[in-house]
């Protein structure tokens, strides 16, 4: 095989959407897997919806993810420019071949004209394919002639009347039968070219040997083919890979959540994390293996693993990928990260280093997210809760629960002032004299214990926590028990 090349063709009208990350993912993944090329190519032929800014936020969403290229709009490489706005001329220049070659011809219907007639073809139960009369040779000359006079027309591409078959990587053979599209423009009078037409001018010059593209796509690839072959060049290899569906079975939209990779950037995912789960969408590891780094997973990327299922996006399967991606960072690393996302007037920042050691150690585990751990330390550790849920009222409900939260609160009220906290010794003391005096043991001490310290019905074991926790938040804890039993 060649070497290999391949390319991510975004057109820069919007954010990059997490659809299209999973396409230069595997474009990427692929080049890496193969030690090939991976091309980055600005399809921005739509002059009034592409923008500069677009591109720019859709190269900082690449490489936030780390899918670097080796030649793009920003990266000079020997097949540029890479953006399709500079390229006018070379597409100009093939146009004029596919002309003198017959295989295309101007064409100065207006649009008037071509509503009409489909109209009349759609009457008349036919396709409605072009028929107008600029295909017909006999008209050349007049097209000249009015191309001289200043005329602007658009250039169609005379669709051979035959079936063309793609053997693709995901689908198989697709077989598209012949009259299934008519001569279809590829310069608009405007003079600016249609994707169909530029993308293969493109892929030919830039020599790219396989597309890996959504399978939207699938019905733009019997055009791409025709005009390959009026090239006369080979087409690359095809995969075209499923689409994203929500867990509804629609396509995947902003009613399924955030579709923008810049969304889950600022909720805090992690770049690796996001990159795992979107490799997971339609392609399955060799080893069945659901979470991996970049690195591990290049050596057994192929184009034979894709599903030919839609993907169905779970965004709780993405949390969690992203939680078992916490869980890969070193210890160090992970504490850094995460403090940067505690605000600074929490209640964290104001404990010694001994008690942020021993909450970062408590928690970590409990994490999705970066900025899950304030939330988590926050709810433990200093919050009074407003109400119980349901669980914790059956243990409220427990007659000994009220004995227990007397109990603590008076005995947290004999603990002298100074001491902000209860060591885990002296938590064990106190614990152990009032089951003594109030003789209980079990589920009821337990619970009503918890319940009583901690406000809720579970949570980290108490021997962690309790030291964690001042001791005034305690006594407000068990007053609150002790006011609602009250009731
Ligand atoms: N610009 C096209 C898109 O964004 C590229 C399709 C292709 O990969 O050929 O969908």
């Not at 595997?26 to 030690?35: D, E, G, V």
């Not at 055009?223 to 499923?242: C, D, G, K």
């Not at 849920?389 to 603590?408: C, N, Q, R, V």
Request: proline share 5%; net charge neutral.
């Amino acid at each position: 095989m060649s070497e290999v090349r391949v390319r991510f063709a975004p057109s820069p009208t919007g954010y990059l959407h997490i659809g299209g990350a999973r396409t230069a993912l595997y474009n990427y993944l692929f080049a890496k897997a193969t030690k090939g090329t991976f091309v980055l190519r600005i399809e921005d032929t739509d002059l009034e919806r592409s923008t500069k800014e677009f591109e720019a936020l859709q190269i900082l969403d690449l490489k936030w993810l780390g899918l670097e290229y080796d030649e793009g709009p920003d990266k000079p490489g020997k097949y540029g420019p890479y953006r399709q706005s500079e390229r006018l001329e070379i597409y100009q220049k093939y146009a004029l071949q596919l002309i003198e070659q017959g295989k295309a011809f101007y064409c100065f219907c207006s649009e008037e004209e071509l509503e009409a007639m489909k109209e009349k073809a759609t009457r008349e139960g036919r396709p409605p394919h072009y028929e107008g009369k600029w295909r017909n040779p006999e008209f050349f000359e007049e097209a000249a002639a009015r191309l001289a006079a200043g005329e602007k027309p658009s250039i169609r591409f005379r669709a051979p009347n035959k079936p063309y078959v793609l053997n693709d990587h995901v689908r198989g053979r697709v077989v598209y039968p012949e009259n299934m599209v008519g001569d279809f423009v590829i310069v608009r009078s405007s003079g600016l070219p249609v994707y169909n037409y530029c993308c293969v001018v493109d892929d030919v010059e830039m020599k790219i040997t396989h597309v890996i593209r959504g399978e939207d796509h699938l019905s733009n690839t019997v055009r791409q083919l025709m005009i390959y072959e009026a090239l006369s060049a080979t087409p690359p290899e095809f995969a075209h890979v499923s689409l994203l569906i929500g867990q509804d079975r629609q396509k995947l939209s902003k009613r399924h959540g955030a579709t923008a990779v810049v969304n889950y950037k600022e909720e805090s995912y992690l770049p690796g994390a996001a990159l795992n789960y979107l490799c997971l969408l339609g392609w399955s590891h060799p080893e069945e293996k659901d979470i991996f780094t970049k690195e591990e997973l290049i050596p057994f990327f192929n184009l034979e693993r894709f599903s030919k299922s839609p993907a169905i996006y779970d965004i709780e399967k993405f949390k969690w990928v992203n939680g078992q991606h916490l869980k890969l960072m070193n210890e160090s690393e992970l504490r850094n990260q995460t403090e940067k996302f505690i605000e600074k007037d929490h209640l964290y920042w104001a404990q010694s280093d001994e008690w942020k050691t021993n909450a970062f150690k408590l928690f970590k585990d409990s994490m999705l997210f970066f900025n899950d751990f304030a939330r988590v330390v926050q709810e433990n550790v200093f919050q009074i809760d407003e109400s119980f849920d349901d669980k914790a009222k059956e243990i409220l409900a427990m007659p000994t629960t009220k004995d227990l939260a007397t109990h603590w609160n008076a005995e947290l009220n004999l603990i002298s002032s100074s001491d902000k906290f209860l060591s885990q010794a002296n938590f064990q003391k106190i614990f152990d004299k009032i089951k003594t005096a109030l003789q209980l043991k079990g589920k009821p001490l337990f619970m009503g214990t918890r319940l009583s310290l901690t406000g809720k019905d579970h949570g980290p074991e108490l021997k962690d926590l309790i030291p964690l926790t001042p001791v005034d938040v305690m006594k407000k804890r068990c007053q609150k028990i002790l006011s609602f039993s009250a009731q």
